[in-house]
Nanobody, 123 residues
Framework: QVQLVESGGGLVKAGGSLRLSCAAS????????IHWFRQAPGKEREFVAA????????DYADSVKGRFTISTNNAKNMVYLQMDSLEPEDTAVYYC????????????????WGKGTLVTVPS
């Protein structure tokens, strides 16, 4: 059974940095794509970034390009989201999610989800 556990969220000033972690377990993830989505209060869940488990393919939402970096540590079954130059608009619950095969920017097409970690960037 796939389990995803996010950590690393918190309160950070605008312009600051955070690194989110996702611990993945329950199966071999070769051939899977690992995603980060986020959901701000009162808004729909949106795609943030994705990476192939082997690290060969990466994709980012336009709103985070150049500020966020997604990476994996296959040996530790970990996925990371380094978030720099944070803005109040980045305030949201951040979710790790996995899907076999391809990048899925639509959350309804992603099968496995963690419970999320809250990131707050006060204005």
């Amino acid at each position: 059974q796939v389990q995803l556990v996010e950590s690393g969220g918190g309160l950070v000033k605008a312009g600051g940095s955070l690194r989110l972690s996702c611990a993945a377990s329950g199966r071999t993830f070769f051939g899977y794509v690992i995603h980060w989505f986020r959901q701000a209060p009162g808004k729909e869940r949106e795609f943030v970034a994705a990476i192939a488990w082997t690290g060969g393919v990466k994709d980012y939402a336009d709103s985070v390009k150049g500020r966020f970096t997604i990476s994996t540590n296959n040996a530790k079954n970990m996925v990371y989201l380094q978030m720099d130059s944070l803005e109040p608009e980045d305030t949201a619950v951040y979710y790790c999610a996995v899907q076999p095969g391809v990048v899925s920017k639509r959350p309804e097409r992603v099968d496995y989800w963690g419970k999320g970690t809250l990131v707050t960037v006060p204005s």
